[in-house]
Structures are given as structure tokens and as C-alpha cells.
């Protein structure tokens, strides 16, 4: 089980964050500024998720989780639901023997209740090809809302252990179930195209994330860019509830 950052300190000994959750912003006005259909800033963007894949690998991120389609997204026309729904299952299809060859491992999170069968067959399909990879793990949120997972996390907790509707639960109890169990906690959250919101994504594991906000687009977010949010991280002090001079005792005492 990974530590966790309102019980513990989590280690920050390499200074490069080992967990970093991105919400892929920008796709549709990319799309619009060049005069093209939105439909157009989507796949640009997955060639901008390959390219992140990468520059995890070259920076030394272990996990890498972005938030491709929230759970209010099925609010958007249905054609563009629709498309997306299709680009999801075409990239499980083409890019699951490349992820494989690179040594990633693929997991998805969030509510399949919703996909059609065929995608969710490719889904466990993908996961189930990729589990014992060791190399970046590479974490999709589908159809994910941070709240759903709380949600889900408690009923599952209750239905393995319905003693503690009764006697009380903490953290540690509700943990394993949440859909992200597997990884720690992120270290840095990076949003791109502007906004300054996270927008329902990993409420319970975002507590003590870095916060950074860029007004790139998705699809223009390069190697560089994801390096210089990385040196961005590591100029922050994470104190975890601590004050400075903890963690700096000889300057302090200077």
C-alpha cells in the first residue's frame, strides 16, 4: 500500500515527481484556431499523449494518469461523444502492441458501465496484455468523476466489510478500494489550455499535489513543456502540513 500524504510523508528523496496527473486541455479550440473541426484537435492529441509517454520515460515518471473523458462529458453533442468513444477504441486497438514493446503498463479507470461491450472487452483485453509491464504505467480516465470514485470506493468497502457501516471506518479502510489503489498518490497535477480548475478529477488523490497551470493547448504540450513543468515541481517546497524549519533544521538554527 503507498503512503499516504495526510498520514504520512511520502518519500521526495529524487526530486523528480514520481506521479504526475494531467488534465489534457485544449483539443477543440486547437481544432478551432487553425479553422478545422473539433474533431481534428482530438486526434492531435493523441499524438501529444504519445509524446508525454515519452517524456515521462526520458524524465524518470513512474505513473503517468490523464483525464481523456470526464463524467459530465456526456453532457457535449452526441457527435462528438460519439466520435470520441470511437477514437478511444481505435487507440486501443492500434497503439496496445506498441505500449507492450515499450514496456508500459496500461490501466483505465472509471465507470465501463456506460461503454459498449466491444470497448470494454478491448479495455480488459489491453490491461490484461500490458499488467506485468514494468516500465511507465499509464493510467486512463474514462468516463471518471473524482466523486464517483469516492462513491464507489465506499460501497465497495461496505460490501467487503459491511461491519463498519456500524462500527466507523478512516482512510485506511476506504483506500484500497479507490480506483486508484495500484499508484501513489500524484506528485504534480499539471492542466493545460487555461483554466484553473480540477474539474471532478482525482479529488481524493490530488490533497497534496503541486498545482500547475498552463495556458498551452494540449495538443502543442511537448517533451519541453512537460520538462519544464518537472522543473517547475522541483522548485517547490512540500512541506505536508510541516513548516520550513522542519525541514530545514541547520538553516534554521543558523
Known sequence: MFRSSTLDT????????????????????????????????????????????????TLGVKYLTVFAFSSENWRRPADEVSFLMGLFLRVLQSEVDRMHENDIRLKIIGDRSHFAPELVQWI??????????TGVTLSIAA?????????????????ARPELATNGFDEADLAPHL?????????????????????????????YA???????????FDHDALAAAVTWFQGRERRFGRISEQLHPQSAAS
Open 10 to 57: 511520502p518519500d521526495q528523496a529524487s526530486g523528480t515527481p514520481c506521479h504526475v496527473a494531467i488534465i489534457m486541455d485544449g483539443n477543440g479550440r486547437w481544432a478551432k484556431q487553425r479553422l478545422m473541426p473539433r474533431v481534428f484537435g482530438h486526434k492531435k492529441g493523441v499524438e501529444a499523449l504519445r509524446q508525454a509517454v515519452k517524456a515521462c520515460d
Open 179 to 207: 480506483a486508484m489503489a495500484y499508484a501513489p498518490e500524484p506528485d504534480l497535477f499539471i492542466r493545460t489550455g487555461g483554466e484553473r480548475r480540477i474539474s471532478n478529477f482525482l479529488l481524493w488523490q490530488l490533497a
Open 143 to 159: 468516463d471518471y468523476g473524482g466523486r464517483w470514485d469516492v462513491i464507489q470506493a465506499t460501497q465497495a468497502m461496505l460490501k
Open 210 to 220: 503541486e498545482l500547475y497551470f498552463t495556458d498551452m493547448l494540449w495538443p502543442d
Open 124 to 133: 480488459e483485453s489491453a490491461e490484461s496484455r500490458t499488467a506485468n509491464n
